[in-house]
């Protein structure tokens, strides 16, 4: 990871659940090779896999000490808060980490480099502070140019934040590379780009270059791939992160999409007003994003990928079977059952829109 | 403006047109008192009057020697590329103006104050660099709150970028005002802030706190107006600025709206695809922003705003006619003819909805 590979330790303290810690399990589902450990010292003596269900056997610990002593030798701040602060209680772990030397990975929106005392720390041991969500200085301006491309692109959009995806994304190139296909993925968020190494981190993007970075990345990725497939932020039906999820479907121009949904979910995870907006209809999004792609480039639901964690497994099948009633579209949870559905189907779409040999 | 009356030089340099120089034409027209000149060597010698309609008798001059001649005390750049960077052939006239202890304001993404060049230069004979566009350092997460005020919040949207959205704000603020209602602009661009003296550029915003930013400046101008007139962004239907439209538009949480279009335009304005996206109806924009708009807060369109620029008189009044059929709603253009049909129709609206005392 970003340069070589790496012992970490993902600090999560507090905090690790699946929901609340959800760049620790992203990082733990995709990259466990290269975790050392987690630290959370209110669940220190489990495992990874019994609090989140993923990453195994990986230690849950007291901080960055005990971390230390099971081989960690960077720090990755494993949540992604809404807002983007680092929380002030997790200043110590920053410090201890730099003062051993260990290099600090942050995705939040405030700079860990910026911080005088993080800097100050950092630059006694030569510790390298990589803040992943810091913009790049350019300033593309979208103009559709993807719309173009011979690949099939396709976005995963939502119902709402932290409902999977950016899962669904990396299961899906996992499934369509398993059918032998050329497939890339696009990270635009910071749980992403420690997945893949690139990308943007585009909520962090001003505004008006939201749609322009995606734009390049798409561009870039086709270069080598048939299928692009674009990590998706936001909702349309999101008062704070709507704009992000429009700016994406403009930039991106995918001609196919992935409606991500968490079935347990009847409101927006809104912490300021909890219970406040209903979530539409699975079959009111899909028409809703087919609707706003139209002006720039038509793109159609291909299927629907739920999060079913905390669901049991017969709740869970039940649920994607009514997706599929619902919408018409194959329903699968990518993690739990598979993203084979969901590769099947963007093939399909792919070869009835080929152009005629 | 900014601590103390100025006398303005407006930098346009080969492009004070009314379309490319909207920056200086807002100011000439809503802040002509504190304009001592345009710089424009290309069109050195006439008026603005002449050339943009607007300033009257303001001297357009060859450069900043001659505003200085001329009583100038203040540069402000005068133009809004896209992109954001100042034209390199503009920094001698930057330079110039900082040489002579002149402030300088700016609303380019590229920020003057970061330039060491510039920051040197203004550091040798204390004159300041305004960089208005550059964000708030907080971080404002939007939850729908403004949907709860009293006040009825309107907000310009549009078909297109540089159709008239913040015009129409302003004019649609002095209309009510002179009907004895209390009326505030809430300015959301680098133009609208030198008119307002305060506002945030949101197209600069790291995307995840547009609405969050929106969201405060109309709960805060909520405090002593009972109409709280927002100016728009982009629009839903761009490629590039769509993300902003849609934050402005859940971040504010209007009730009503005022769409605005340049009936000339059959096309997009989009310097890197000209002729790639012909613009919708009227009437499906209508429908795309009150559709749009349902999930936070519903939002009806009260009336269409038409910049008739460039267009003969007795065009201008057919093309009002006809977009008042095509909607059914009042249509005008706010600065040719006047914004009170706008006005009449939102205090209309806000009296239907009213609940009963």
């Given at each position: 990871m970003w340069g070589r590979p790496r012992r970490l330790a993902l600090l999560a303290e507090g905090r690790f659940t699946p929901v609340d810690a959800k760049t620790a399990v992203g990082v733990l589902r995709y990259r466990p090779e290269e975790v050392a450990a987690v630290i959370d010292s209110t669940r220190a003596g489990s495992t990874a896999g019994e609090r989140a269900g993923v990453g195994g056997a990986v230690p849950v610990l007291a901080d960055v000490a005990a971390a230390a002593a099971a081989g960690a030798d960077s720090l990755l701040i494993g949540v992604a808060p809404q807002g983007g602060e680092l929380p002030t209680a997790w200043r110590a772990s920053v410090l201890d980490a730099l003062a051993r030397g260990w290099d600090v990975f942050s995705g939040l929106h405030a700079f860990l480099a910026d911080d005088p005392e993080f800097a100050a720390a950092?630059?006694?041991?030569?510790?390298?502070?990589?803040?992943?969500?810091?913009?790049?200085?350019?300033?593309?301006?979208?103009?559709?140019?993807?719309?173009?491309?011979?690949?099939?692109?396709?976005?995963?959009v939502g119902s709402d934040c932290n409902v999977g995806k950016m899962t669904a994304a990396v299961e899906i190139v996992?499934?369509?590379?398993?059918?032998?296909?050329?497939?890339?993925?696009?990270?635009?968020?910071?749980?992403?780009?420690?997945?893949a190494d690139q990308g943007v981190t585009v909520d962090a993007v001003p505004?008006?270059?939201?749609?322009?970075?995606?734009?390049?990345?798409?561009?870039?990725?086709?270069?080598?791939?048939?299928?692009?497939?674009?990590?998706?932020?936001?909702?349309?039906?999101?008062?704070?992160?709507?704009?992000?999820?429009?700016?994406?479907?403009?930039?991106?121009?995918?001609?196919?999409?992935?409606?991500?949904?968490?079935?347990?979910?009847?409101?927006?995870?809104?912490?300021?007003?909890?219970?406040?907006?209903?979530?539409?209809?699975?079959?009111?999004?899909?028409?809703?994003?087919?609707?706003?792609?139209?002006?720039?480039?038509?793109?159609?639901?291909?299927?629907?990928?739920?999060?079913?964690?905390?669901?049991?497994?017969?709740?869970?099948?039940?649920?994607?079977?009514?997706?599929?009633?619902?919408?018409?579209?194959?329903?699968?949870?990518?993690?739990?059952?598979g993203a084979e559905p969901l590769a099947e189907a963007l093939v399909a779409r792919r070869r009835d829109h080929a152009p005629p040999s």
């Open positions: 950092a630059a006694r041991t030569g510790a390298r502070i990589h803040d992943v969500r810091r913009p790049p200085a350019r300033r593309p301006v979208a103009a559709g140019r993807a719309a173009a491309l011979e690949a099939s692109v396709v976005l995963t996992r499934a369509l590379e398993a059918r032998g296909e050329r497939a890339a993925f696009v990270a635009t968020g910071q749980t992403g780009m420690f997945i505004s008006d270059f939201v749609a322009g970075f995606t734009e390049e990345l798409v561009l870039e990725a086709a270069r080598t791939a048939t299928f692009v497939i674009v990590e998706g932020q936001g909702s349309l039906n999101h008062p704070a992160y709507s704009g992000v999820a429009l700016a994406l479907l403009h930039g991106a121009c995918p001609s196919l999409l992935v409606l991500c949904h968490h079935p347990g979910r009847t409101h927006l995870r809104l912490a300021a007003a909890p219970g406040a907006f209903p979530l539409p209809s699975l079959a009111e999004l899909v028409e809703a994003y087919e609707r706003m792609s139209r002006w720039i480039r038509p793109a159609a639901v291909a299927g629907i990928a739920l999060n079913t964690l905390g669901l049991a497994e017969s709740r869970a099948r039940d649920a994607c079977e009514d997706a599929a009633r619902e919408t018409g579209l194959p329903a699968t949870d990518p993690v739990r059952f």
